[in-house]
């Protein structure tokens, strides 16, 4: 039977995923592209090899192997003997949403239809009732309905076949046997402004009407910082962490949020010289994402440590209860980052696009613009996912995280005490990737801004306008944060170097070099974007 209470199973701290956000490919790939069975071999080593408690199956915008559970146990039967897939490790899928993923939403029956046939290999291996899937991810969730009908869906239209009466008094049931889990658990996924803002009404009909005596929520962290800056996405996060907080203590459900993170500050700053400050920035947090950079473009003591450490200390305290003025400040905060970031992104969108396109794949993903899939937006301007968006700006020079800071400007003194109160290591993530910045780069793009405008399809004036707004947010960190920007060290001074000789490569229409600086660079910064 499926689990139904926190009590009788174990809440992974842990979350293994196959986000592509790896500089170097791992010594036990062939490829540069982690596909197929390298995948399968990827779980088993996140969990054997790193200690991660779970392992993201993502269908979300890629292909998958369906038959994962079947290839875990029959190539590491020994393992997982050991470490019953279920109840001491877990695999947990991430569907599409058919919302948002038209043309292949039928993903979804696939998908969901493999945990019955899942449940059935891993009982036959351990000889007893194991089912090794019984939760799923839905991304982009905006509303309680998505989830009632994801849990419906598979309750009637999956397990409820058995009862199909094929003629002659013989059901389903007696013939393929039954189907197990009986249902299934969710995990909303919020990743959009307006729903982190709401989370709590997202997710309170839902308990309402499955009433379950647990639940994860997984909130986004890549994308609200793609979207609104990089203040915009901890501020959101941390209104969500206390709008779960209080809907967990007004419902009497216990409620484990999830973040999904990346090495750098831009995406969470989730790496191993900041530990100890990544868990005093998300305390109340119960599940932490693994993603590639951290896995592979680190020494390997150097992530089993984090997974270590993030095992032993999450959650790391309580989340902060944020008060409705308080909330009314942030918000205010929020918006003027968002409104100065959006602007400066929207004009330099078409160079961001033209430069992520030199991003190289690490995972078979499948195409975000067109027939096939999505693409991320701000305001009218079509943008690449968070990964290649970050990578372009890093390749250029310009960190990501330093847009939208000319909002401190306009901040009041209530705005700043409250941000800092609520953005404990501000200082510390702009410091980080504050030797990333290549002044150098900037003032070439200025030198020579109607050639890169002409490369990248936009209009002169509006890159040059862009730059010159680009220096003032720069400016802004610097005078009032007391943060010099620019290579301090020998490491970032040939990081610059190279950041620079990818502009040149990039001007010169020079794509084999281009291509080949921007690797060496992120292998430098130690993860793509």
Not at 68 to 82: C, P, Q, S
Not at 394 to 399: K, N, Q, R
């Amino acid at each position: 039977m499926v689990r139904n209470s926190s009590e009788e199973r174990k809440i992974p701290r842990t979350m293994s995923t196959q986000h592509p956000d790896n500089a170097c490919t791992p010594p036990w790939c062939k490829g540069k592209v982690i596909e197929g069975d390298a995948e399968v071999y990827e779980a088993y080593f996140a969990y054997s090899n790193l200690g991660c408690h779970e392992v993201m199956w993502d269908s979300e915008g890629k292909d998958v192997d369906t038959r994962v559970v079947r290839k875990l146990l029959t190539n590491y039967g020994d393992y997982f003997k050991e470490n019953v897939l279920g109840s001491d490790v877990f695999l947990t899928y991430r569907i599409p949403n058919p919302r948002v993923e038209v043309a292949e939403k039928k993903i979804v029956v696939e998908t969901l239809e493999n945990i019955p046939i899942s449940c059935d290999v891993a009982s036959t291996f351990y000889k007893k009732e194991v089912i090794p899937i019984f939760e799923v991810i839905l991304p982009f969730t905006t509303n309680s309905k998505e989830l009632i009908w994801l849990f419906n869906y598979y309750r009637k239209a999956v397990v409820g076949v058995e009862d199909i009466d094929l003629g002659g008094s013989v059901k389903v049931r007696d013939w393929i046997g039954s189907f197990k889990p009986g249902s299934i658990e969710l995990i909303p996924l919020i990743e959009d402004m307006e729903s982190l803002l709401k989370i709590d009404e997202i997710v309170e009909p839902y308990i309402d009407v499955v009433r379950p005596s647990y639940l994860r929520v997984f909130i986004a962290r890549s994308d609200p910082a793609l979207n609104y800056s990089l203040v915009s996405a901890i501020v959101l996060s941390k209104l969500a962490l206390s709008k779960l907080k209080s809907l967990e203590e007004r419902k009497g459900v216990a409620i484990y949020p999830i973040i999904g993170v990346g090495s750098m500050p831009f995406r969470g700053h989730l790496s191993p010289g900041n530990i100890q400050g990544f868990l005093s920035e998300y305390r109340g947090i119960y599940t932490v994402t693994i993603q590639s950079a951290l896995k592979y473009d680190y020494p390997l003591r150097d992530a089993r440590r984090v997974v270590r450490v993030l095992n032993e200390k999450l959650p790391y305290g309580e989340p902060a209860f944020i008060e409705p003025n308080e909330e009314k400040i942030l918000l205010e905060v929020v918006s003027k980052f968002k409104s100065r970031y959006q602007r400066m992104i929207e004009d330099l969108g078409p160079l961001i696009n033209s430069v992520a396109s030199y991003v190289p794949s690490r995972r078979a993903r499948k195409l975000h613009i067109g027939l096939f899939g999505y693409s991320r937006k701000v305001g009218r301007t079509a943008l690449p996912r968070a990964i290649p968006f970050a990578a372009a700006f890093y390749s250029l020079g310009i960190p990501p995280e330093f847009i939208g800071f000319e909002a401190l400007n306009s901040l009041s003194e209530d705005e700043w005490d409250v941000l800092m109160e609520y953005y404990t290591n501000v200082k510390y993530d702009l410091d980080t990737v504050a030797g990333y910045l290549s002044w150098q780069n900037i003032n070439t793009l200025i030198d020579v801004y109607k050639r890169v405008s002409r490369i990248a399809g936009m209009e002169e004036e509006r890159l040059r306008s862009a730059l010159a707004e680009l220096s003032l947010h720069l400016k802004v960190v610097e005078e009032n944060l007391d943060i010099k920007l620019g290579p301090r060290n020998l490491t970032q001074r040939k990081y610059e170097n190279i950041v620079s000789n990818f502009l040149i490569s990039y001007i010169e229409r020079d794509d084999d070099e281009a291509r080949r600086y921007l690797e060496e660079a992120a292998r430098i910064r130690k993860c793509l974007g």
